[in-house]
């Protein structure tokens, strides 16, 4: 493709003006349109963003607007009704995170995708740290061992009039709770690194928030090769961290949200008690587009223009959805539950 994408945003506020900017950054795209019910917003926003034709309805601005590529920033709840709209429309998708928040959701706009022959990728910028993916490669490479433990975790504080200020936040239909919202960012470079899920036990709850999902939560996951795993994730605390760890057989890697912080392999000398360990250098591995939403904007941009897969595919980016999914189902039944139960195979 020689010409640049003709690239449009479907919601002006919030997240939209992140995958704007992050637009203008890239290389073989123009943003030319944007979509709001909302027309004073998407007024504000093309403003903002020097953005020339706006509308209400996603689908026409890309058949009026002949829009190539567009970002879907709207409620986590209307990004299957959105997409599909879109990809039907012709046009290639950059969905946020989560894609949606039911599995029927999830499997109709991936099939539309599919079956209209446009690329659908998923947000999950922390695959482009270059400390996640140093981590991800210490595990595939075996540079600590065989993995028999990975944790997460995510203490973050949102107040009550965050919910109170929007009535989609924390619903069960439209959000989520802190799993789908905040935690998931974590949870899916946890499952990535650590090559996948099978199952998940959940306890969940509101605790300190008034919302429908939960505000404070923890799993126990059994991954696809056999190590397990633990992730707690709040929204109700002040003070806390953000912090996954891999302990392997023989090292351990720990990381903050973006970076390695700790990097230790055994020496082969052990007592009864105690294993002698090194640090090890733990220099990161950058993707070639970048970090952060400037460098998920340029991997889907150039995807398209190359014709091959981005670095989170549609399919990809559900896997994340699956476990909270799982992680619901368990919390209401008290049952571990399996993967394949949520993705129906």
Known sequence: MADPLRY????????GNTHAEAVREASGATLAACADLDAEAAGTFADEHDVSDTY???AKMVEDGDVDAVSVCTPSGTHADVTTSVAEAGAHVLCEKPLDVTAERVDRMIAACEDGGVTLAGVFQRRFEPGLRRAKRAVDDGEIGR???????????RPQF???????????DMDGGAFMNQGIHSLDALQWIMGGVESV????DALDRDLECEDTGALVLRFENGAVGTVAVTTATKGGTDRTEINGTEGTIALDETDI???????????????????????????????GHTGVVQDFVTAVRE???????????????????????????????QLDEIRGV
């Open 8 to 15: 449009g945003i479907v919601g002006c506020a919030g997240i």
């Open 56 to 58: 209400e309805d996603p």
């Open 147 to 157: 993995p028999v433990l990975g944790d997460t975790h995510v203490k973050w504080f």
């Open 162 to 172: 965050y919910y109170d200020d929007a009535a989609w936040r924390g619903t069960r």
């Open 201 to 204: 036990q959940a306890e969940l």
């Open 261 to 291: 912080t700790d990097f230790r392999v055994g020496t082969g000398e052990e007592s009864r008690y105690h294993a002698e360990t090194e640090q090890r250098l733990a220099e990161g591995d950058p993707h070639d587009a970048g970090t």
């Open 307 to 337: 014709g091959r897969e981005p670095e989170v595919t549609g399919r990809a980016a559900r896997t994340a959805i699956d476990i909270i999914l799982a992680a619901y189902r368990s919390s209401e039944t008290g049952e571990r539950v």
